[in-house]
């Protein structure tokens, strides 16, 4: 089994920045993309930063030049941080890992809980 531990979350002011973690613990034989999605109220869930094992990068254009996806492959953590933060910014921020399970001869995605990120003045 694995699961997703998300943190850094809350409420900040526009121009404000918040740093949001995701760790990957349990019988993980690999990891290869990490990830970060958001959805806001009535919309559709949407990629905002995507990493690979390998080092790729994408972002959306939306948060090009705000927003900074890293991880650390030895601790299954990724990060993401976010600087500049806009209204709009608003939503749920989950993590979504690609994981090949220990005993499995399979990829499989996993899904963090969700953390809640709310710009407003």
């Known amino acids: 089994q694995v699961q997703l531990v998300e943190s850094g979350g809350g409420l900040v002011q526009p121009g404000g920045s918040l740093r949001l973690s995701c760790v990957a613990s349990g019988s993980i034989f690999s990891i290869n993309a990490m990830d970060w999605y958001r959805q806001a109220p009535g919309k559709q869930r949407e990629l905002v930063a995507g990493?690979?094992?390998?080092?790729?990068?994408n972002y959306a254009d939306s948060v090009k030049g705000r927003f900074t996806i890293s991880r650390d492959n030895a601790k299954n953590t990724v990060h993401l941080q976010m600087n500049s933060l806009k209204p709009e910014d608003t939503a749920v921020y989950y993590c979504?890992?690609?994981?090949?399970?220990?005993?499995?001869?399979?990829?499989?995605?996993?899904w963090g809980q969700g953390t809640q990120v709310t710009v407003s003045s």
């Open positions: 990493s690979t094992s390998g080092g790729s990068t």
């Open positions: 979504k890992v690609v994981v090949r399970p220990t005993q499995l001869r399979v990829w499989r995605d996993y």
